[in-house]
């Protein structure tokens, strides 16, 4: 239920509510872990949360994490949360403001829960928005005593105090404010138009209407109270040490937060921002940016109230996102693909144009009353192909069906000519009852999200416009706070919310910047972030002998200038690298061919040489070349690469900076930390990254990939083992870490245990895991039992879901079997949602087998 998730409780202030509906048979009460069953209010005889279940099953007002808890995990004594022993006293005191303003609750009354169910069933948050603010403002002051209440776009209404009625059903007409729904040889009644048109052999052509012409609909909103949730809670969590209440008492009020966050997106909803997730968007907001390409960029906030050191807070940045320009399809397409002429396009480009569009919303520029269509695709056929057929009645008054051309149909109803009749048309609706549109006579509607991929281009552009200096942050951050009006909105004072205008301060240290370390034993402390490698060499150079440079760039005429340069200047840092063994530019006749077919080309050309490096030379960024060559090298060959645009100078830092690159890439050594910086790791670490990387929004076939990576050749903790794995598309919990076969956490482990230059600690007396997630309420990561069998402590990211896998089950049996102290904790590393697993193991019990 997104941010809406809240947990079910009893008010403690027993507040008389109306009788409620009575109880389904076979229905159970389930209530949230921490919370105490109180005394039903007066009138109440059943549990709030009785008989009422969500979209996944959970009972309304109950989080999800109130699923069954397997019996191995229930025996486990959960210890108290491990927390901060002290604050750090290093550095030099700073004064710093940050973009938070310090937030209070003027009044803790009780926020009651009611499920909303309307009928007929509607999918889009937006209307059913549009359905509730039609509610309000019909029965808001008679039937909900003038609460406006928060809704949360799905099931949820949120009001402080409760309603006059536990069950209620109302009756909502919603108007359509796009007028009539007609075709578009119905003219839209305009003043003068009859209802019927003659066809070009005289007959009398009666247009088709659609079955349901009306202007709105009538939808039935059933209100029903789900559960009562205690404010005062979040007060009883500020009042004690962050971190160190009991984990029902901080569930219970991070549940409370969230009817909070829900307050300030229905704030943001009724002013008409853009929504996405706890951030909102408007052109009112910022200046709007072009991205070229027929996308812009909108400014907006991501707000939200957190439990801070300083109390509680509003925290409010600035963000921005991709929207659709509103232009017609025509001006959109010629934008995207840089032509004047769409008659040039080719087939591959409208393939492209259709995964661009699909699920646009346009609407039709050519009518009194414009109507909405989503694109659905383009037609197979050029626009003046295309016929339909139409009703006619003949002279003696029977009626028949004329075929007649898209083009055709334009001309005589609307006296209209098409400018592209070569061109595809735009396709609304299904195969069965597909409604054709000409490009030009089509305008994408405001306010659509792009949600495609960005063009090198456009991130060049979209890291442009969002470049700000602090000071410029701060005002705009404190401008946000006017634009909100939150001090003078009615919902935000129904629930008993004030924000102060300025932002708050802290005190920071600025610390001792971190040593690095050079070839020969040079250390250096970097200035104001930055460091140069001039009169410096690698701490370790790594050593090319046989490689080759690819050229696929026309204008490139000096490949053998740019190697021998690179290896004077590779040289120079410490690396040995010997000159190119071959220079092969690709010949003009190559380029009519595929990406894929002109890198199979260029590598067969190159394989006599046998290289163990590649330099890439491309005619730009954003050059077809570079992913197939990246996964020909990668995936086939095994040679690693490097690519690399020819700039306009090519001077010495340019080379070095690429030289730093290819280091990497050959086992190399740049400027790690010196021992100095990494003795706080202790006799032995291992450091863990995880990650799931998905495709691009709209793609739901492509899997996506989970990547492991971990610290080897330990007391150095700069060279990385990795593994990757293929799962299904869109699944953030990653599924290889331990398996029958050992997983990727084994085969990093095997990798630190060969590669560690230190013959006593070859098995790590400690390991830590960088886990960034996604939905961190669901993931837990499993680790395998065989690896931890006689632990010290065992840190594990323990959620508020007890949401474990089968694993996960196993794993904790396993331990509870050799009598093992698990201790679960949540570690989360600010805004980047990291979750750490931090585990201390025996060295002699580990094994490898």
């Known amino acids: 239920m997104d941010g809406a998730e809240v947990m079910s409780g009893m008010s403690e202030v027993g507040l008389p509510l109306p009788p409620p509906p009575p109880v389904p048979p076979g229905a159970f009460p389930a209530i949230s872990p921490g919370y105490e069953k109180a005394l039903p209010p007066s009138g109440l005889n059943r549990e709030p949360n009785e008989g009422h279940t969500g979209h996944d099953g959970t009972p309304k007002g109950a989080s999800g994490s109130s699923a069954p808890i397997s019996p191995a995990l229930a025996r486990i004594p959960l210890p108290k949360k491990a927390t901060r022993p002290s604050f750090g006293k290093l550095g030099r005191p700073s004064k ?122 009538e939808f039935s909103v059933k209100i029903e109270f789900a559960a009562t949730i205690r404010m005062k809670v979040i007060d009883d969590m500020m009042k004690g040490v962050m971190g160190k209440g009991d984990l029902d008492q901080e569930t219970r009020a991070l549940d409370a937060l969230r009817v909070l966050d829900i307050v300030l997106r229905e704030n943001a909803s009724e002013r008409g921002y853009l929504l996405v997730r706890d951030n909102f968007f408007h052109p009112e907001l910022g200046p709007v940016g072009d991205l070229g390409e027929g996308v812009e960029a909108w400014r907006g906030y991501h707000s939200s109230i957190k439990p801070t050191g300083l109390g509680l807070t509003l925290n409010l940045d600035v963000t921005m996102t991709t929207i659709l320009k509103p232009i017609t399809v025509e001006k959109f397409l010629a934008e995207y693909f840089g032509v004047r002429d769409l008659n040039g396009l080719q087939a591959r480009n409208w393939t492209k144009a259709k995964s661009i569009l699909k699920g646009v919303k346009v609407e039709t520029t050519h009518m009194s009353v414009s109507r909405e269509h989503k694109i659905s695709g383009f037609s197979d056929r050029a626009i003046r192909d295309l016929k339909f057929s139409r009703r006619v009645k003949d002279g003696e008054g029977n009626i028949g069906e004329e075929e007649i051309s898209v083009q055709q149909y334009y001309s005589d109803v609307y006296m209209y000519t098409l400018r592209f009749p070569d061109l595809p048309a735009l396709v609304s609706g299904n195969k069965k009852k597909a409604t054709f549109l000409p490009l030009e006579l089509c305008k994408i509607i405001a306010g659509q999200r792009y949600t495609k991929s960005l063009s090198s281009k456009q991130r060049q552009l979209q890291i442009a416009a969002c470049k700000q200096s602090p000071q410029e942050r701060q005002r705009i951050c404190e ?10 909105d009615k919902l935000i004072a129904e629930f008993g919310l004030k ?124 050059s077809p070349i570079y992913v197939p060559f990246k996964r020909f090298c990668e995936m086939k060959i095994g040679v690693v690469s490097q690519c690399m645009v020819k700039p306009r100078q090519l001077n010495d830092q340019y080379l070095g900076n690429l030289a730093l690159k290819i280091n990497l890439k050959m086992g190399g050594f740049n400027s790690p930390l010196s021992p100095r910086m990494v003795s706080c790791l202790g006799p032995s670490t291992i450091i863990f990254g995880m990650d799931v990387s998905h495709g691009s929004p709209g793609e739901s076939s492509v899997p996506s990939i989970a990547a492991v990576v971990a610290t080897k050749n330990w007391p150095d903790v700069f060279h990385y083992s990795t593994q990757v794995r293929i799962q299904p598309a869109k699944t953030e919990m990653i599924e290889g870490l331990h398996d029958s076969k050992g997983g990727m956490v084994k085969e990093c482990l095997k990798a630190y245990y060969i590669s560690c230059r230190s013959p006593n600690y070859r098995k790590p007396t400690q390991i830590i895991v960088y886990r960034h997630v996604q939905n961190w309420k669901k993931d837990i990561i499993p680790v395998s039992p065989s690896l931890l069998l006689k632990s010290d402590t065992i840190l594990v990211s323990f959620l508020k879901a007890l949401t474990i896998r089968c694993a996960m089950e196993t794993f904790f049996q396993e331990l509870l079997s050799t009598r093992t102290l698990a201790t679960l904790t949540t570690m989360t590393f600010s805004s980047s949602l990291k979750l750490a697993l931090l585990v201390r193991l025996v060295p002699r019990t580990i094994t490898f087998s």
């Not at 040995?576 to 190559?590: D, H, L, N, Y």
Request: with cysteine.
């Open 96 to 217: 710093l403001c940050m973009n938070h303003f310090k937030t209070s609750i003027v009044k803790w009354d009780d926020v009651y829960q009611y499920s909303v169910s309307i009928e007929p069933s509607v999918k889009d948050k937006k209307q059913c928005r549009e359905i509730m603010k039609k509610l309000r403002e019909t029965y808001g002051e008679a039937e909900c005593g003038g609460k406006q209440g928060a809704y949360d776009g799905e099931n949820c209404l949120f009001t402080s105090g409760s309603l006059s009625f536990n069950t209620k059903e109302f009756p909502v007409f919603l108007e359509d404010s796009k007028g009539s729904s007609y075709r578009p040889g119905d003219r839209d009644g305009k003043t003068g138009d009859s209802t019927s048109t003659h066809s070009p052999t005289g007959q009398e052509v009666f247009p088709k209407r659609r079955k349901t012409v009306s202007r709105g609909r």
């Open 479 to 488: 401008n946000a706070m006017e634009v909100s009006k939150y001090s003078s």
């Open 499 to 622: 924000f102060e205008s300025s932002l708050a301060g802290v005190t920071g240290r600025i610390l001792r910047p971190p040593q690095l370390e050079f070839g020969h034993g040079r250390t250096e402390e970097p200035r104001d972030g930055r460091w140069n490698f001039n009169q410096k060499e690698l701490k370790q150079g790594a050593r090319i002998d046989t490689w080759a440079v690819a050229i696929f760039d026309g204008r490139c005429s000096d490949g053998q200038r740019i190697a021998e340069s690179l290896v004077d200047c590779c040289c120079k840092r410490g690396m040995q690298m010997r000159q190119a063994a071959i220079v092969e530019k690709e010949p003009p006749s190559s380029q009519r061919f595929s990406p894929e077919q002109r890198v199979e080309r260029m590598i067969t050309a190159l394989k006599q040489t046998k290289p163990v490096f590649i330099l890439v030379i491309l005619p730009d960024k954003d």
